[in-house]
């Protein structure tokens, strides 16, 4: 059965489609883009239909990814049709969690639950911060994703 998985931040231009562009890299290089859909969303709108902000595009760029995804709010059915939402902060997942009800199919976990490092902290929001915010975000979610990928592949094998 094939796993579906959601990154969700605010405004899924920092975040969010950085996480999605790298599980998506590393899902491919292990030859499981049939069984692994990877997409992302943010909590509010204010950036709708753009492309990732130019340096998450750099940084995804320096390690060979290039991220194409065009910003998306999050909807209640997301709910319904990924087996794992991972929320970059706290914030995010408490937004997340308003809209759950009794049939909810995901896990609803923070990202950085799988981080080794530092686990369960945030993702910090680097939109105010300058290019080396995004450097470190990077090597969360790179952390992060790896550890997912492994989680994943063990559940496609249950
Ligand atoms: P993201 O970062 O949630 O990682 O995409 C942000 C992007 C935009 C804004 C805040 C955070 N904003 O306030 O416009």
């Known amino acids: 059965m094939k796993k579906r998985v959601l990154f969700v931040c605010l405004g899924n231009i920092c975040r969010s489609p950085l996480a999605h562009g790298i599980l998506e890299s590393m899902v491919r290089e ?20 753009e492309l990732a902000d130019l340096r998450s595009r750099k940084v995804a760029e320096k390690h060979g990814i290039r991220l194409t995804h065009r910003a998306r ?5 997301d709910l319904h049709a990924f087996d794992y939402i991972l929320a970059m902060d706290c914030q995010n ?4 969690l308003k809209h759950v009800d009794g049939d909810c199919l995901a896990t609803i976990q923070l990202m950085r639950s799988y981080d080794p490092v530092n686990q369960n902290e945030d993702v910090p929001d680097p939109y105010y911060g300058d290019q080396s915010a995004f450097e470190e975000v990077f090597e969360m979610l790179q952390r992060s994703c790896a550890a997912l990928l492994e989680e994943i592949k063990l559940e496609l094998h249950r």
């Open 30 to 49: 292990a030859g499981l883009s049939h069984l692994i859909e990877v997409d992302s969303a943010g909590t509010a709108s204010y950036h709708l239909g």
């Open 73 to 77: 709010v999050f909807a209640p059915r």
């Open 93 to 96: 997942q408490k937004d997340i």
